[in-house]
Each structure stands twice: as structure tokens, then as C-alpha cells.
């Protein structure tokens, strides 16, 4: 049975660059959703407590903020990989020091952590 190949650093970047790329699209994405949530509540007179339509909007605020912050998170990670591949640390759990699977950095390319790091 043949040898898997492991990706060289180049592969890693790209897979994170396009992460990045994804993400920040999702993000102006999410953000042009947040303004649209926002101008249409302060189109109409917004009681939350008594207008059945109240607690749709404010739920789909908290939700796109969730979703917002969750994408600038991610982006702070691929940031950071970025930089751990310019550093020649790439790869390496931050916890254990051991590896880093290749499966799991094509699956995860921002991952920090080992397999069983992570799972702790």
C-alpha cells in the first residue's frame, strides 16, 4: 500500500488564505445583513414586548452578531496560522508540542491543536 503525501507549507497557505477569503466575504456578508436588520427596525415603532415582530428582529440581531463575532474569531485564527506558517511553527500543537496530522490542518486550517489536545 503506497505512502500518503503530506501537503508541503505551500498547500497549507493556500487552503488558509482561501479560508480567509471565504470568511471575510461571509463577514461583509453578515455585516450588510446587520445594517439591513437595523434599518428596518428603525422603520417601524419596535416594541419588543408587545409586538409579536419585536422578538423576530431582535433575535435575528443577536444571531447576526453571533454569527459576526464568530467570523472575526475565525479570521483572528487564520491570521495567527498565517503567522505560525511564516514562522515555521505551523503545524505544531500549541499545547503538547507533538504534531499536528496532516488530515486534520487540510480539515482544520487554522487548527491549534492536535487531535488529542483538542479533545480534551
Not at 415603532?45 to 433575535?59: K, L, M, R
Not at 479570521?75 to 503538547?96: F, H, K, P, Q
Amino acid at each position: 500500500m503506497g505512502e500518503v503525501a503530506t501537503p508541503d507549507l505551500a498547500e497549507y497557505r493556500q487552503a488558509l488564505v482561501r479560508d480567509r477569503d471565504t470568511t471575510a466575504a461571509q463577514l461583509d456578508r453578515l455585516r450588510r445583513d446587520l445594517d439591513e436588520i437595523f434599518r428596518a427596525a428603525a422603520d417601524v415603532a419596535v416594541d419588543d414586548e408587545h409586538d409579536p415582530e419585536g422578538a423576530t428582529i431582535a433575535y435575528e440581531r443577536s444571531r447576526t452578531g453571533a454569527l459576526i463575532a464568530q467570523a472575526e474569531a475565525h479570521l483572528d485564527e487564520i491570521a495567527l496560522a498565517l503567522r505560525r506558517v511564516d514562522a515555521g511553527t505551523y503545524g505544531v500543537c500549541l499545547e503538547c508540542g507533538s504534531p499536528i496530522g496532516s488530515a486534520r490542518l487540510l480539515a482544520r486550517p487554522a487548527a491549534r491543536t492536535c487531535v488529542a489536545c483538542s479533545s480534551r
